[in-house]
């Protein structure tokens, strides 16, 4: 179908090919050409030839020398010229503002008072340019708004020409090794054993009136092949030390042991949504996700009865976390106990800033679409209760994090959508995108903007209008977009792409796409995407976090959003998923950087399990 | 019919004898009429003759008139006659409420039926022509033209049924009266032979309708082809220098409302816009003749010129025009008068090819009832997979439906043109730029991923021609919503243009053409082939949309730029 004049200037690189029958004599223009969007189609299915085919900008306003029907290729000896691309048209074009005005027929120029009156009695093809500064001569109002814009840009010429790091805040983690769980009288840790309290599952309990029971089990690598409940949510064992607030000073941590919670209602229902992980363990993890366990790690497995029908509701899912949490509260406890000459680790992330290279941010869209698709933001304790609010609470509206507050725990993560996509409590401790963009000394770090995605549309446009605002103002040259799940949060996941590049702002889009999760809904600024699939099939597999976001992801999404917003394009998808596009970047990168991008195992490294079977037999 | 001047003498004996002679000339007319109407149909010219002949006899009609009470747009008019009620030819029996028009008796007889929807009138035989029929004339003063054309009822006889006086209720500022003399329908015969038969009453009608609506100008919008036409009325307007013709090419739908001001002034209004925008109006050429019969004769609008075709008896591929057929006689009765239909068939359509509707025979004939077609039998297409493409220039999406039904499709997706936009939202969708296709191959691939074997369409002569460039080659069968007319009255179906949609080349003196825009050859109407971007956005009757032009602002790197695509009195103020 003939295309916008703007969509025309956009695809000015792309072939030039009649929508519709023209006739000799026919000046073209923007209405007579085809959208080059559906050419793959038109080709491959022999509708269309290219060869010979002009650029649309190079057969823009030529005239046809002889009458084509539709889908014919504008090829040279058709038209009467070839516009060149590089002098003709647009801006290039119009190089002194009054000179050009004078040449259109009866037009009349008169710069006086700081007052631009033009005149054209008629015209075609008329192109003014006018440099804002004109002589001194614009009004007070554009003056002022040219002077403040050139303010803006002083600073930050200035900032470049200084070019000085800044370290905004730092956060220290002291790793502590656990390499045994035990029950005990008190909770407490001695030496590299962890006791936890005998009985502490009845107390949890009884603090939350949905949750019915709490069973506890510590599960080690040689009992991985355990049944269990849908896991919802994965969790790090630390606390703060002393006074530090979430985000900066000292965090504690033990290693090697991680906070499991799972979950069903008293009639075994499954506290999921979009499918669950129930099964063996072993088969139905996909260990070191930044999301999930580590191999090795040892497991404290919580299995939480909750009231019957709550599954679905918000209170449900949120009493099973609170439960849990205070037998976590309980270890942290413990844990500010810890002497330093325990730790075996130190390490610490500097938040830093880059005044003169490209401000950027990472949006992250979180689960806020009511019941179990919450997230509890910023508690006191990293990924704790205590402090928190629900983004739901919240009404999902954008709020901005520091790098440091990310790797420190500020979501407790409640999100229960499809397991392999879903970005579970663990994911954000370490979270790739956040270090990658960190450690990244080509650019310049601003900050981390959590979004909720809401369960209404309306609402959904309501937040990401927030974003962009948001972005706009942050000043960032560009973002990058993440998202878990797919489908009816990918209404909002475009929507914000939108929001952000319809500010001029280079934006990158990573979302869990492949085969099954193909974008719902898009706009014009959705260019630059990196899919987080994983799996082999290209699906939602139930296995989880397979199809997180990992290293692999991040580097390439910096690196397509480095180019952006270094003016190159990003090239078109193809038609339908095709796996090999990401294997090519990840060479490209390898070889252009010099350091080989390791790519992470998929669910094909894991003993298959029944259901898992079935699962690919429909794929295929 | 009575020339100019000697109607103008005689004011009152005249309706009769004008009536006369218009029945005399009326033969002769036909005659000719049929002779320049294209090859299928140039057979029937004699036929045609001896049709007119006969049905001046009295039809045996089935006894009854049944007059809608709904004729065209606005509410249904309101009955003031009874049961019992003698009534003759012009007697009012029905009144408007609010929009609408005055409804009068078109024969003599007695009122046996009185419901919501119709006034039933027994009125024995009927003449199938009643031009020469006694009539009972309207009461207002001649002098009062647009009270003439109120109380006589006129509405579009084109087929939108709007009430004229409505529509002349305006002030045109010097502006322009555009007669749609396109008949853009295929098959329809009737405005031309009015054209030949009636050019001086029709041109008459124009300097009425221009009075009222004080417009300087008429323009008769004809297309090139109709060479006779053109020379009849252009010999009419000898002496007359503020009504010219203007020649449009063969293309559908050049008749559309906005197509003909396209056309003839190059400005092509939005979708939502009244051609009162464009300083104009466009009034269909039967219309022009019942308002010049209204105020010179005070007869009221009772009577519809008609074109017969399709499977009839001994009408073989041609077409049989009827004048003044009595409003209110049903569709079989029409049919009878013509021939009868010759054996099985499929269906029977009440106006032309593309925007006519399946009708029954017992349906009446109303105001706006311009051809009445009976087609051949359907094909059989045994369920296979159709897929619609919906045009707002022809068969909308009830009437593909109800086609593909007829040829035993099963449809399995249906897409609009790209163009075609509903402002109103009550399914009435309108063409946003009339015969100049937006592209069609997106629609086609849909229609084929829908996994349809077949592509059923209603597209315009232009969009039509796009279908086939994807289509065929996607290994969809094309049919479009006029096959089996067209095959039943054997012209070739609609598929691919080979025609221009300009004229080319020397055009008669005095008249102007839809020139390409890249022409400069005399007389050139540029059509705009460009239309508004916001378009589809609502209307504003302080916009004037008859200065198109596209602006644009940018300020990439600190500099205004503004680019205006072609443009006339623009003003530029930057302060």
């Given at each position: 179908?003939?295309?916008?004049?703007?969509?025309?200037?956009?695809?000015?690189?792309?072939?030039?090919?009649?929508?519709?029958?023209?006739?000799?004599g026919?000046?073209?223009?923007?209405?007579?050409?085809?959208?080059?969007?559906?050419?793959?189609?038109?080709?491959?299915?022999?509708?269309?030839?290219?060869?010979?085919?002009?650029?649309?900008?190079?057969?823009?306003?030529?005239?046809?020398?002889?009458?084509l029907?539709?889908?014919?290729?504008?090829?040279?000896?058709?038209?009467?010229?070839v516009?060149?691309?590089?002098?003709?048209?647009?801006?290039?074009?119009?190089?002194?503002?009054?000179a050009?005005?004078h040449?259109?027929?009866?037009?009349?120029?008169?710069?006086a008072?700081?007052?631009?009156?033009?005149?054209?009695?008629?015209?075609?093809?008329?192109?003014?340019?006018?440099?804002?500064?004109?002589?001194?001569?614009?009004?007070?109002?554009?003056?002022?708004?040219?002077?403040?814009?050139?303010?803006?840009?002083?600073?930050?010429?200035?900032?470049?020409?200084?070019?000085?790091?800044?370290?905004?805040?730092?956060?220290?983690?002291?790793h502590?090794?656990?390499?045994?769980?035990k029950?005990?009288?008190?909770?407490?840790?001695?030496?590299?054993?962890?006791?936890?309290?005998?009985?502490?599952?009845?107390?949890?309990?009884?603090?939350?009136?949905?949750?019915?029971?709490?069973?506890?089990?510590?599960?080690?690598?040689?009992?991985?092949?355990?049944?269990?409940?849908?896991?919802?949510?994965?969790?790090?064992?630390?606390?703060?030390?002393?006074?530090?607030?979430?985000?900066?000073?000292?965090?504690?941590?033990?290693?090697n042991?991680?906070?499991?919670?799972?979950?069903?209602?008293d009639?075994?229902?499954?506290?999921?949504?979009?499918?669950?992980?129930?099964?063996?363990?072993?088969?139905?993890?996909?260990?070191?996700?930044?999301?999930?366990?580590?191999?090795?790690?040892?497991l404290?497995r919580g299995?939480?009865?909750?009231?019957?029908?709550?599954?679905?509701?918000?209170?449900?899912p949120?009493?099973?976390?609170?439960?849990?949490?205070v037998?976590?509260?309980?270890i942290?406890?413990?844990?500010k106990?810890?002497?330093?000459?325990?730790?075996?680790?130190?390490?610490?992330?500097?938040?830093?800033?880059?005044?003169?290279?490209?401000?950027v941010?990472?949006v992250?869209?979180i689960?806020?679409?009511?019941?179990?698709?919450?997230?509890l933001?910023?508690?006191?304790?990293?990924?704790?209760?205590?402090?928190?609010?629900?983004?739901?609470?919240?009404?999902?509206?954008?709020?901005?994090?520091?790098?440091?507050?990310?790797?420190?725990?500020?979501?407790?993560?409640?999100?229960?959508?499809?397991?392999?996509?879903?970005?579970?409590?663990r994911?954000?401790?370490?979270?790739?995108?956040?270090?990658?963009?960190l450690?990244?000394?080509?650019?310049?770090?601003?900050?981390?903007?959590?979004?909720?995605?809401?369960?209404?549309?309306?609402?959904?446009?309501?937040?990401s209008?927030?974003?962009?605002?948001?972005?706009?103002?942050?000043?960032?040259?560009?973002?990058?977009?993440?998202?878990?799940?797919?489908?009816?949060?990918?209404?909002?996941?475009?929507?914000?792409?939108?929001?952000?590049?319809?500010?001029?702002?280079?934006?990158?889009?990573?979302?869990?796409?492949?085969?099954q999760?193909?974008?719902?809904?898009?706009?014009?600024?959705?260019?630059?995407?990196?899919?987080n699939?994983?799996?082999?099939?290209?699906?939602?597999?139930?296995?989880?976090?397979?199809?997180?976001?990992?290293?692999?992801?991040?580097?390439?999404a910096?690196?397509?959003?480095?180019?952006?917003?270094?003016?190159?394009?990003?090239?078109?998808p193809?038609?339908?998923?095709?796996?090999?596009?990401?294997?090519?970047?990840?060479?490209?990168?390898?070889?252009v950087?010099?350091?080989?991008?390791?790519?992470?195992?998929?669910?094909?490294?894991?003993?298959?399990?029944?259901?898992?079977?079935?699962?690919?037999?429909?794929a295929? | 019919?009575a020339?100019?001047k000697?109607?103008?003498?005689?004011?009152?004996?005249?309706?009769?004898?004008?009536?006369?002679?218009?029945?005399k000339?009326?033969?002769?007319?036909?005659k000719?009429?049929?002779?320049?109407?294209?090859?299928?149909?140039?057979?029937?010219?004699?036929?045609?003759?001896?049709?007119?002949?006969?049905?001046?006899?009295?039809?045996?009609?089935?006894?009854?008139?049944?007059?809608?009470?709904?004729?065209?747009?606005?509410?249904?008019?309101?009955?003031?006659?009874?049961?019992?009620?003698?009534?003759?030819?012009?007697?009012l029996?029905?009144?408007?409420?609010?929009?609408?028009?005055?409804?009068?008796?078109?024969?003599?007889?007695?009122?046996?039926?009185?419901?919501?929807?119709?006034?039933?009138?027994?009125?024995?035989?009927?003449?199938?022509?009643?031009?020469?029929?006694?009539f009972?004339?309207?009461?207002?003063?001649?002098?009062?033209?647009l009270?003439?054309?109120?109380?006589?009822?006129?509405?579009?006889m084109?087929?939108?049924?709007?009430?004229?006086?409505?529509?002349?209720?305006?002030?045109?500022?010097?502006?322009h009266?555009?007669?749609?003399?396109?008949?853009?329908?295929?098959?329809?015969?009737?405005?031309?032979?009015?054209?030949?038969?009636?050019?001086?009453?029709?041109?008459?009608?124009?300097?009425?309708?221009?009075?009222?609506?004080?417009?300087?100008?008429?323009?008769?919008?004809?297309?090139?082809?109709?060479?006779?036409?053109?020379?009849?009325?252009?010999?009419?307007?000898?002496g007359?220098?503020?009504?010219?013709?203007?020649?449009?090419?063969?293309?559908?739908?050049?008749?559309?409302?906005?197509?003909?001001i396209?056309?003839?002034?190059?400005?092509?209004l939005?979708?939502?816009?009244?051609?009162?925008?464009?300083?104009?109006?466009?009034?269909n050429?039967e219309?022009?003749?019942?308002?010049?019969?209204?105020?010179?004769?005070?007869?009221?609008?009772?009577?519809?010129?008609?074109?017969?075709?399709?499977?009839?008896k001994?009408i073989?591929?041609?077409?049989?025009?009827?004048?003044d057929?009595?409003?209110?006689?049903?569709?079989?009765?029409?049919?009878?008068?013509?021939?009868?239909?010759?054996?099985?068939?499929?269906?029977?359509?009440?106006?032309?090819?593309?925007?006519?509707?399946?009708?029954?025979?017992?349906?009446?004939?109303?105001?706006?009832?311009?051809?009445?077609?009976?087609?051949?039998?359907?094909?059989?297409?045994?369920?296979?997979?159709?897929?619609l493409?919906?045009?707002?220039?022809?068969?909308?999406?009830?009437?593909?439906?109800?086609?593909?039904?007829?040829?035993?499709m099963?449809?399995?997706?249906?897409?609009?043109c790209?163009?075609?936009?509903?402002?109103?939202?009550?399914?009435?969708?309108?063409?946003?730029?009339?015969?100049?296709?937006?592209g069609?191959?997106?629609?086609?691939?849909?229609i084929?991923?829908?996994?349809?074997?077949?592509?059923?369409?209603?597209?315009?002569?232009?969009?039509?021609?796009?279908?086939?460039?994807?289509?065929?080659?996607?290994?969809?069968?094309?049919?479009?919503?006029?096959?089996?007319?067209?095959?039943?009255?054997?012209?070739?179906?609609?598929?691919?243009?080979?025609?221009?949609?300009?004229?080319?080349g020397?055009?008669?003196?005095?008249?102007?053409?839809?020139?390409?825009?890249?022409s400069?050859?005399?007389?050139?109407?540029?059509?705009?082939?460009?239309?508004?971007?916001?378009?589809?956005?609502?209307?504003?009757?302080?916009?004037?949309?008859?200065?198109?032009?596209?602006?644009?602002?940018n300020?990439?790197?600190?500099?205004?730029?503004?680019?205006?695509?072609?443009?006339?009195?623009?003003?530029?103020?930057?302060?």
């Amino acid at each position: 179908m003939s295309i916008s004049a703007e969509y025309a200037k956009e695809h000015i690189n792309d072939p030039a090919v009649l929508c519709c029958r023209r006739e000799a004599g026919t000046t073209l223009s923007h209405h007579d050409f085809e959208d080059p969007a559906i050419f793959d189609d038109l080709v491959s299915s022999g509708l269309l030839k290219l060869d010979g085919a002009l650029k649309i900008g190079e057969a823009m306003g030529a005239t046809l020398t002889k009458t084509l029907d539709s889908l014919n290729a504008i090829t040279k000896d058709c038209v009467d010229k070839v516009q060149d691309m590089n002098a003709g048209s647009g801006e290039a074009a119009a190089v002194s503002a009054p000179a050009e005005s004078h040449v259109a027929t009866g037009a009349t120029t008169s710069v006086a008072g700081g007052k631009l009156k033009i005149h054209i009695g008629e015209g075609k093809g008329i192109d003014l340019e006018i440099p804002m500064g004109l002589g001194g001569g614009v009004a007070a109002s554009t003056g002022s708004a040219v002077a403040a814009t050139g303010a803006a840009g002083a600073t930050a010429t200035a900032g470049a020409a200084s070019g000085e790091e800044k370290v905004v805040r730092t956060l220290t983690r002291k790793h502590y090794n656990i390499t045994e769980v035990k029950r005990g009288d008190k909770t407490k840790i001695e030496g590299t054993t962890l006791y936890i309290r005998k009985g502490i599952e009845k107390e949890a309990v009884e603090t939350q009136e949905l949750v019915h029971a709490l069973k506890l089990d510590i599960i080690t690598k040689d009992k991985y092949h355990t049944y269990s409940d849908t896991i919802m949510d994965t969790q790090p064992i630390a606390t703060k030390e002393g006074d530090s607030e979430l985000g900066s000073g000292v965090t504690r941590v033990l290693d090697n042991v991680v906070m499991l919670l799972t979950g069903t209602t008293d009639e075994g229902v499954q506290i999921g949504e979009f499918g669950s992980s129930e099964g063996y363990l072993d088969e139905n993890i996909m260990w070191n996700r930044p999301s999930c366990p580590d191999y090795g790690d040892i497991l404290i497995r919580g299995e939480v009865k909750i009231e019957n029908k709550k599954n679905m509701e918000r209170p449900g899912p949120l009493a099973a976390h609170k439960a849990f949490d205070v037998i976590t509260q309980e270890i942290r406890m413990a844990m500010k106990e810890l002497d330093d000459s325990l730790v075996v680790n130190t390490e610490t992330f500097e938040q830093v800033r880059r005044p003169g290279k490209k401000k950027v941010a990472l949006v992250k869209e979180i689960m806020g679409q009511g019941a179990m698709h919450d997230n509890l933001i910023l508690p006191v304790e990293p990924v704790g209760v205590l402090g928190a609010h629900p983004n739901v609470d919240l009404c999902n509206v954008p709020v901005v994090c520091s790098p440091l507050e990310v790797l420190d725990g500020c979501i407790h993560a409640l999100t229960c959508i499809g397991p392999a996509s879903k970005e579970q409590s663990r994911h954000y401790w370490r979270e790739p995108m956040v270090l990658e963009m960190l450690h990244d000394k080509e650019v310049d770090f601003a900050g981390v903007i959590f979004v909720g995605s809401p369960q209404i549309n309306s609402e959904k446009f309501y937040v990401s209008r927030r974003v962009g605002m948001t972005c706009e103002a942050m000043d960032v040259e560009g973002a990058i977009v993440t998202t878990e799940g797919f489908g009816n949060n990918h209404v909002d996941f475009t929507s914000h792409i939108e929001q952000i590049g319809m500010r001029g702002i280079k934006v990158v889009g990573m979302s869990f796409c492949a085969k099954q999760g193909a974008l719902v809904t898009g706009n014009k600024y959705i260019t630059a995407m990196v899919d987080n699939n994983k799996s082999e099939a290209g699906i939602e597999n139930e296995i989880l976090g397979n199809n997180t976001l990992c290293p692999e992801d991040a580097v390439r999404a910096i690196m397509m959003l480095k180019a952006e917003m270094a003016g190159e394009a990003i090239k078109k998808p193809e038609k339908e998923w095709n796996p090999n596009v990401k294997s090519q970047n990840v060479e490209l990168i390898s070889s252009v950087t010099g350091k080989p991008v390791e790519l992470v195992k998929n669910e094909t490294s894991l003993p298959m399990s029944e259901k898992y079977k079935k699962k690919y037999a429909n794929a295929k | 019919m009575a020339t100019k001047k000697k109607s103008n003498a005689k004011t009152k004996a005249t309706a009769k004898s004008s009536i006369k002679k218009a029945v005399k000339g009326m033969k002769k007319v036909a005659k000719s009429t049929a002779k320049k109407v294209e090859k299928g149909v140039k057979k029937v010219a004699k036929k045609a003759t001896k049709a007119v002949k006969e049905t001046t006899k009295a039809l045996k009609s089935s006894g009854e008139i049944v007059l809608l009470l709904k004729q065209g747009v606005g509410k249904p008019s309101v009955p003031c006659v009874k049961k019992g009620d003698k009534v003759q030819v012009g007697t009012l029996i029905a009144k408007p409420q609010g929009l609408g028009a005055n409804l009068h008796s078109s024969v003599d007889g007695v009122v046996s039926q009185v419901t919501d929807t119709a006034i039933y009138i027994k009125a024995g035989k009927v003449p199938i022509d009643i031009s020469k029929s006694k009539f009972k004339r309207i009461t207002a003063d001649k002098k009062d033209l647009l009270a003439c054309v109120a109380e006589a009822g006129v509405v579009g006889m084109g087929g939108a049924g709007f009430p004229t006086a409505a529509k002349l209720n305006l002030d045109l500022h010097g502006g322009h009266v555009l007669v749609n003399a396109a008949e853009c329908e295929p098959v329809l015969a009737h405005n031309m032979a009015q054209l030949v038969q009636f050019p001086n009453e029709t041109i008459k009608g124009i300097q009425y309708i221009m009075k009222i609506t004080n417009a300087k100008q008429g323009i008769i919008a004809i297309k090139q082809k109709h060479t006779h036409e053109i020379e009849s009325i252009l010999k009419a307007l000898k002496g007359i220098d503020n009504i010219r013709v203007h020649l449009l090419p063969d293309i559908y739908p050049m008749g559309e409302e906005r197509a003909v001001i396209r056309e003839t002034l190059g400005i092509l209004l939005p979708v939502t816009a009244l051609p009162s925008e464009a300083n104009a109006v466009v009034i269909n050429v039967e219309t022009v003749l019942r308002v010049y019969e209204a105020i010179e004769f005070g007869r009221p609008a009772v009577s519809k010129n008609l074109t017969v075709s399709g499977k009839i008896k001994g009408i073989n591929n041609g077409v049989k025009v009827f004048y003044d057929v009595p409003i209110g006689l049903k569709v079989k009765d029409a049919i009878e008068a013509a021939g009868g239909i010759d054996g099985k068939y499929g269906e029977i359509i009440m106006g032309g090819p593309f925007m006519g509707k399946p009708c029954k025979l017992d349906d009446p004939i109303t105001k706006t009832t311009g051809g009445i077609i009976v087609t051949e039998p359907f094909k059989d297409y045994k369920g296979a997979k159709v897929g619609l493409l919906v045009c707002a220039c022809g068969a909308n999406e009830d009437r593909l439906k109800d086609i593909a039904s007829k040829y035993n499709m099963k449809v399995v997706d249906v897409e609009y043109c790209k163009q075609a936009k509903d402002p109103k939202g009550n399914g009435v969708y309108k063409c946003e730029n009339p015969g100049n296709c937006p592209g069609q191959a997106l629609k086609c691939m849909n229609i084929k991923k829908a996994g349809a074997t077949e592509i059923l369409i209603s597209n315009c002569s232009d969009c039509t021609n796009t279908v086939m460039g994807s289509a065929p080659g996607l290994g969809l069968n094309v049919h479009h919503a006029t096959d089996h007319i067209f095959e039943t009255v054997g012209m070739p179906v609609q598929r691919h243009l080979t025609k221009s949609k300009f004229i080319e080349g020397p055009i008669p003196e005095g008249c102007t053409a839809s020139r390409n825009p890249e022409s400069n050859e005399p007389g050139g109407i540029h059509p705009v082939q460009v239309h508004h971007e916001d378009s589809a956005k609502g209307t504003s009757s302080n916009v004037d949309y008859s200065k198109p032009y596209e602006f644009r602002e940018n300020t990439p790197d600190g500099e205004l730029l503004i680019s205006i695509e072609s443009g006339s009195d623009i003003s530029i103020k930057y302060e």
